[in-house]
């Protein structure tokens, strides 16, 4: 359980640098592949709201297989829900409560914007430029399909991970595949994409009233 907790959150700090950092200097990226990149963020870019599901795998160091678990997010502005067998996260643009299914225990942080936090949102918009050098491998084949796969590796080399592929069909990415220092894989696949659905903003705010007995740790 606490392997995919620790996954959510992996994914949710992967395209953040610890500290506001530049490629520049560092390596020069590939033009072609930051071409695919803009097409990603501009695609994305152009939708209301996103409700999607997708498939977490996650391998360990010596390739055997801890299991999968399905999620779903929501996206509508600057608020999201991801949610997890597990774990939800819930945030209305100003707030995120992180809840626990396991512990029945919700924590309420603040959103600072001058933090540079990470959204599901700017998974899909140019968080690249600043923290990665990215390249364009060519066409892979994934799942019977071919798509562009681009590999990007951290600027800042305190990372846990070394490198990510992101497989991209139609100008969406479809499957990121992350890989740590300890030899830890982790692959995260779209199983369904709905652009400009109708989500309440409800959706985007935990509801104590909702989960009985549940503890409340707000750090707010």
């Known amino acids: 359980m606490k392997k995919f907790n620790l996954c959510l959150t992996l994914i949710f700090s992967l395209f953040l640098g610890t500290q506001a950092q530049s490629s520049k200097g560092l390596g020069s990226n590939d033009p072609e592949a930051k071409k695919v990149l803009d097409d990603v963020s501009s ?28 999620g779903s997010v929501f996206m509508k502005g600057s608020k999201y829900r991801v949610s997890l ?8 643009g100003s707030n995120v409560w992180t809840f626990s299914k396991e512990d029945n225990e919700v924590t309420i942080t603040k959103i600072d914007p001058s933090s540079g936090s990470l959204t599901p949102q700017k998974l899909f918009t140019n968080f690249y430029d600043k923290d990665f050098l990215y390249k364009l491998n060519g066409v892979a084949t994934l ?34 595949k992350i890989f740590e220092k300890n030899g830890s894989r982790y692959t995260y696949s779209t199983s369904s994409f709905k652009p400009n659905v109708v989500i309440a ?16 740790i707000d750090l707010r």
């Open 43 to 70: 695609k994305f870019r152009t939708y209301k709201t996103v409700q999607a599901k997708f498939v977490l795998k996650v391998e360990n160091g010596s390739g055997k297989s801890m299991g999968a678990k399905s």
């Open 85 to 92: 067998p597990d774990q939800e996260i819930f945030s209305d």
């Open 143 to 176: 799942n019977g399909k071919k798509m562009k796969e681009v590999e990007l590796t951290p600027v800042d080399k305190t990372k846990p991970f070394f490198k990510v592929l992101l497989y991209v069909d139609k100008s969406a990415i479809n499957t990121t």
């Open 201 to 216: 903003d409800a959706t985007f705010v935990f509801d104590a009233k909702k989960y009985p007995g549940v503890e409340v």
